[in-house]
């Protein structure tokens, strides 16, 4: 990996402070290879069929390692579970790779140029990475619409924001949105006001308003209801193929629901990855029934 | 599990044929409503009119005669709204509460200052083409920052750099250290108090502890001739609607929308992509001139400025005019200016040694009964008469 030509992209540093500008292609999923492609810089290149690597990435907290040489990587296009047990590191995993905690040692790519631990936050949002977080973090002051229409994927700058008017195209992607997440009747109402659940997929709507490459989503069934919960799983298995996923999650239920047969499952425990395949693969897992699914 | 998503849920096609109009969102919010056009266009053609006629044409004998006292009243607390309005953009829409925004103010009073100090030309007490201060000061030249003042126009172009500069300077660095609620505060207290100091000492050059004052004229006219005060009235009337206006069209805006974010959920922000530094430091900037411009219609109209100006005291007065209109709304700071400055008044003239407990009171109870100040409170009356 670290011979390829493209590394070198990477190592030039953003031309900006205030992070990229519009130039950002959608990546193609399809991760057909080309011999010899130019590299675009800032673009996500995924001709190797691989969106994100993680390589030997090690966190430390005073003593203790949050993440221990975890090396994951996830295909394009690809929706991967992410479970394991309390303190296995999950969470402290999308911090890296959202660029708010940076690795002590180890490589975070995103794509086969794009390394994400030269970049900061706003930067990171804006190469293609989405996060969903725990808690729903909607603004709560601001009505649902707005919330949506920070999230859209626009030019982010200052000067840019300043002088945004929200023409005929940006109106309907709100609209479609709002009619995917079912919040039509809400639009005007203030984030705030909104019920648990309906602030949970209002969150889910401003991530697809980011259109983003790869979509990380941090427990995102916690405090649902069970009805919720599978709905949220049939929302994200049609979003396959649009983006890819990362969803760490406890709920077996759930990951069975995203997983199914086929689907990758990721098992972290203290800080790495103690196994890895389909579902029924890692239940079966020796390891995986030591230390976190219990005897 | 009943599941009604009627379409593909990904990402949406930009080319819709009849969706995009169903909602009627705004492409972008109206600057004022009409009713609320029509209601500054004649408040402004009331002051436009009412305040030259009452000043320069009813006698002074007669009782709608606008006294040299009035007018410098009332301009003194226009220049303090838009101080008001300047801090509640920074504390009000994106949660910065500056505790130093008497800086800018006094940096802008002091940059008229400096031309108002060289346009009194050799009349001074001691006959000297130096300003009084320096000759005291054994001066034998002008500091070469004084270089140029005696330009009016020159001047306004500090009025508008050095405040912005200063906030830049700082806002950049504090912002990008991500520096935040009360320290940041304080530190905005610091620097004021720093700066209060250093204008306070002889040797910078700015007539230490006793400031400038003894002005003589302005652009060619007498400072205190009633027509010249009537024209810096009308002046500082005109700036504050255009302050108005200007905050109207920021807060109204994508950035507004995006700084109230800042200020409630700055780390969610960020992780849409957006990077806080560019918009803190426009608001906070553009702030600072905006303080910086009341202070230049200030110094004139009250025709003195000192480093008392930059005390710690008076930025903490100025986020309890905001607080007691009601920060987060653009009236609010405006009414806030006009209500604390007019009990102040009416205490120092008739009870001058309540007044700080009266303050102090103000401090202690507007947080706890009026949380959203003067402005909530009308609000809420309106929400329970149209009930």
């Not at chain 1, 030019?155 to 009619?179: F, G, V």
């Not at chain 2, 007018?71 to 504390?91: N, P, Q, R």
């Not at chain 2, 400031?211 to 500082?236: N, S």
Request: hydrophobic share 45%; charged share 15%.
């Amino acid at each position: 990996m670290g011979t390829h030509p493209a590394m070198d992209h990477a190592k030039t540093p953003p031309r900006s402070a205030s992070g990229f500008g519009d130039g950002l292609d959608q990546p193609t999923l399809s991760g057909a290879a080309a011999l010899g492609h130019v590299v675009r810089p800032n673009a996500i290149d995924v001709s190797h069929g691989t969106i994100l690597y993680l390589e030997d990435v090690t966190v430390s907290f005073g003593g203790f390692r949050a993440l221990n040489k975890l090396s994951l990587t996830v295909d394009a296009g690809e929706l991967r579970c992410v479970i394991g047990p309390n303190g296995a590191g999950k969470t402290t995993m999308m911090d890296v790779i959202t660029g708010k905690t940076s690795p002590d040692a180890g490589k975070v790519y995103l794509g086969q140029s794009i390394d994400l631990t030269r970049l900061n936050e706003p930067q990171i949002a804006q190469t293609g990475i989405g996060r969903k977080f725990q808690k729903p973090t909607v603004f709560e002051q601001h009505p649902v619409w707005e919330n949506l229409e920070l999230a859209m994927k626009a030019d982010k700058r200052w000067w840019a924001s300043l002088r945004a008017r929200l023409d005929r195209a940006a109106q309907a992607r709100i609209e479609h949105t709002l009619e995917v997440i079912r919040l039509e009747s809400e639009a005007r109402r203030l984030a705030g006001e909104l019920s648990h659940g309906q602030k949970q997929r209002l969150e889910i709507g401003m991530l697809l308003m980011q259109q983003p490459a790869l979509l990380l989503l941090d427990e995102p069934a916690a405090g649902m209801t069970d009805d919720e919960t599978m709905e949220l799983a049939v929302l994200l298995n049609r979003l396959r193929g649009t983006c890819s996923m990362m969803v760490v999650e406890h709920d077996m239920e759930f990951v069975a629901a995203l997983a199914g047969e086929t689907g990758r499952v990721t098992v972290m425990a203290e800080g790495r990855v103690l196994a890895e395949g389909s579902l029924d693969h890692v239940k079966r897992d020796e390891a995986v029934i030591e230390s976190y699914l219990g005897r | 599990m009943a599941v009604t998503i009627s379409t593909m849920p990904g990402i949406p096609s930009a080319a819709g044929q009849d969706i995009g109009r169903t909602l009627g969102l705004p492409p972008r919010p109206a600057l004022l409503s009409r009713n609320a056009w029509l209601a500054l266009l004649a408040l402004s053609i009331a002051v436009g009119i009412g305040v030259p006629v009452g000043a320069l044409v009813v006698p002074e004998t007669s009782a709608f005669h606008l006294s040299a006292y009035a007018m410098t009243l009332a301009g003194k607390f226009m220049c303090y709204a838009i101080g008001a309005l300047a801090l509640d953009l920074v504390w009000g829409y994106c949660g910065v509460l500056s505790l130093g925004h008497a800086l800018f103010f006094a940096l802008g009073g002091y940059a008229i200052g400096m031309y108002l100090m060289r346009s009194i030309g050799n009349e001074g007490v001691y006959g000297s083409d130096l300003p009084d201060f320096m000759v005291s000061l054994n001066w034998q030249a002008l500091p070469w920052y004084w270089e140029g003042t005696q330009h009016l126009g020159y001047a306004l172009l500090l009025v508008v750099l050095v405040p912005a500069a200063v906030a830049w300077i700082f806002g950049f660095f504090t912002f990008r250290s991500r520096v935040k609620g009360v320290y940041l505060s304080i530190i905005t207290q610091a620097l004021t108090f720093a700066a209060m100091l250093l204008f306070y000492r002889n040797e910078t050059g700015f007539g230490g502890n006793n400031g400038f004052t003894d002005f003589k004229r302005i652009a060619g006219f007498t400072i205190t001739h009633p027509g010249t005060r009537t024209a810096l009235f009308l002046l500082t009337f005109a700036t504050l609607v255009l302050a108005f206006i200007a905050a109207r069209a920021i807060v109204t805006s994508k950035l507004g929308r995006v700084v109230t974010a800042v200020r409630d959920g700055e780390t969610r922000l960020m992780f849409l992509g957006y990077n806080p530094l560019g918009y803190k430091l426009f608001v906070w900037t553009v702030s600072a001139i905006l303080c910086g411009i009341a202070g230049a219609l200030y110094v004139p109209q009250v025709g003195i400025i000192n480093p008392g100006e930059m005390s710690p005291g008076n930025s903490i007065e100025m986020a309890i005019w905001v607080a007691v209109g009601g920060r987060g709304t653009l009236i609010g700071p405006i009414v806030g200016a006009f209500a604390v400055n007019g009990a102040k008044s009416f205490f120092t003239a008739n009870f001058p040694e309540y007044w700080l407990f009266f303050l102090g009171l103000i401090f202690v109870l507007v947080p706890l009964l009026l949380p959203r100040g003067i402005m909530g409170l009308i609000g809420n009356v309106f929400k329970r008469s149209t009930h």
